[in-house]
């Protein structure tokens, strides 16, 4: 019943937002075309079509919020005033009680409030769909914050995304567009999206990974997680300090040199894609800050590690190249890396490739680097590659939404910010460094241990594999055996069928024959289709 009432809320600002209109009628099938067709006689929506969608998703609550800004990252999925707009829905929410946030607390952690911390603020500092946080003092004086599940979130968010998939399946059914916007598939990575953000756990575990990656650097600082106070649904951390990213009127006040703060961004990013291959995937400005004591050079400040973007070695190699070749304008190449690595089909016609990449680069490479979105390049190479059937892995997904954060925020900062000089020289000393001797030395080194642990065990696996082929002849003489015993079977069926056919239809010509020789023009169609008929019986199979 809750779930009807909430499918009749959906259905009621859907309409009241003419989402409706969004779809041509003469492109759905009939029982939808005719389900919308009553509505089709109210007037035009003079919003715009992704202004009304925003608004509906914010009238639908939080779920439908975060899965609008998921969408805002998808710009390979939907058009791009669209991102844009989405881009725009904001994650506020009532807070709930303090009382609430206290007893879950002290549920959690199984001590009052009082004995946990030195001081508890009782009104929360933010309050969003999945949590709330509140300003805290631990007894040695370190001043955190405490980040609080909201009771019951995940009844409600297990209800609405089984209706959010539901509507997907609705959209790849009869949406004409529903099949390449592959909604099942996005609605599936955001229920492991939001499930991963209610384990505060998780998030714990990501920020203290991305800590100890940039403990030594003075570029990039994540505050510190205290695992005695947290739990699932309780987190503590540090609490920092910072002046918002976009608040570039405080950023200058405090003295800070906002082009080389832009760059640092881009290397900041490069650095966890290149050296660490592991990246926080949700950079977005309420997530960055500056430190304001830090002036030259200058430093970023990061929280919210919930989404985390990891990249194998083996996609972090040739997504390095690729970049390479795009800044070279080598499309050749960049074709070639993709059938290489399996990103597109073995039997993908490299020519035909290169040309599509360059049909939709040229004309991009023709303005002056400086005002070219490299993010966006990305994206439209992406959008090519598909059409030849490649499968964009979750892992570049990500990596390209977080490249399109750091590249706006750069250029919020330092709008004449050329992220392909800042970023070309790093790629180039990355491959150079990865592939040097002492480099390569260093790995070998690391694999050592394990080959020859596995020495010993060589001689055994060659005879294995030697021994292999003769193992398995026998089976295969044994099915090749069977597979001629069902042949010269089948072959005896048909030999039997053709001589009853031929029987049946002889007998149906000499049944026929008396009456054909007395009314032969009338006769003689009949007989010869049952004579047919007949013979054909027996072959039906």
């Known amino acids: 019943m809750k779930r009807l009432r909430r499918l009749t809320r959906i259905a009621v600002v859907v309409l009241r937002h003419r989402l409706d209109a969004l779809v041509e ?62 881009s725009r829905l904001q994650d506020q929410v009532a807070p ?58 995940e009844r409600i968010v297990d209800q609405d995304l089984a209706l959010l998939a539901t509507l997907a399946r609705w959209v790849e059914r009869y949406l004409p567009d529903g099949r390449r916007l592959r909604p099942v598939e996005v609605v599936a990575d955001y229920r492991q999206t939001v499930f991963d953000e209610l384990d505060l756990q998780h ?43 976009t608040d570039v009127a405080a950023l200058r006040a405090a003295g800070i040199d906002l082009p080389t703060l ?63 070749a795009m800044f070279r304008r080598n499309y050749r190449e960049v074709a ?4 290489e690595s399996g990103w597109v089909p073995a039997a993908t016609r490299v020519s035909d490739f290169e040309a599509a990449i360059r049909t939709v680069c040229e004309p991009i490479f023709e303005k002056p680097l400086g005002e070219i979105s490299f993010s966006h390049v990305l994206i439209q190479l992406f959008q090519t590659a598909r059409r030849f059937d490649m499968e964009i892995q979750p892992s570049l997904v990500l990596l390209q939404k977080t490249l399109l954060n750091v590249e706006g925020l750069g250029r ?30 260093k790995r070998l080194s690391r694999q050592l241990p394990g080959w020859l642990e596995q020495l010993p065990r060589v001689p055994d696996k060659m005879l294995a594999a030697l021994e292999a082929p003769a193992q398995q002849l026998p089976a295969i003489q044994a099915e090749l055996a069977a597979l001629q015993r069902q042949l010269a079977s089948d072959r005896q069926r048909i030999r039997r069928r053709q001589l009853l056919a031929a029987a049946l239809l002889f007998t149906a010509a000499v049944l026929a024959a008396p009456l054909w020789l007395e009314q032969p023009e009338q006769l003689w169609p009949a007989a010869a289709l049952a004579a047919g008929a007949l013979a054909l019986w027996p072959l039906r199979r």
């Open 336 to 339: 070639e890396l993709h059938v």
């Open 25 to 86: 009628p003469a492109l759905l099938p009939p029982l939808p075309r005719l389900l919308l067709s009553p509505f089709r006689l109210l007037p035009r929506p003079r919003q715009p079509a992704a202004v009304r969608l925003r608004r509906a998703l914010e009238a639908l609550g939080p779920i439908f919020v975060k899965f609008g800004q998921l969408l805002s990252t998808r710009p390979d999925l939907i058009p791009p005033q669209v991102a844009r707009e989405l």
């Open 96 to 153: 709930f009680p303090p009382d609430q946030a206290r007893a879950l607390i002290e549920q959690a952690l199984g001590q009052p409030v009082a004995q946990l911390f030195a001081e508890f603020s009782h009104q929360p500092m933010a309050s969003a769909s999945i949590a709330q946080v509140h300003a805290a003092r631990l007894h040695s004086g370190q001043e955190v914050v405490v980040k609080v599940v909201r009771p019951g979130i």
């Open 203 to 245: 998030e714990g575990a990501n920020t203290s990974q991305l800590r100890r990656n940039f403990l030594h650097s003075d570029a990039l600082y994540i505050p510190e997680v205290f695992w005695d106070y947290s739990r699932r649904n309780v987190l503590v951390m540090e609490r920092i300090r910072g002046i918002p990213v």
């Open 262 to 324: 832009a760059e640092l961004g881009v290397e900041i990013f490069f650095t966890q894609v290149f050296r660490d291959r592991y990246f926080h995937a949700d950079m977005h400005p309420g997530n960055i800050f500056v430190n304001p004591l830090r002036r030259n050079p200058p430093q970023y400040i990061g929280i919210d590690c919930a989404i985390i973007g990891t990249l194998s070695e083996f996609d972090q190699y040739y997504l390095a190249r690729n970049m390479l």
């Open 412 to 441: 919020e900062l330092y709008p004449q910010l050329d992220l392909w000089n800042t970023a070309k020289p790093f790629l180039e000393r990355w491959l150079w460094e990865r592939y040097s001797p002492a480099s390569l030395g």
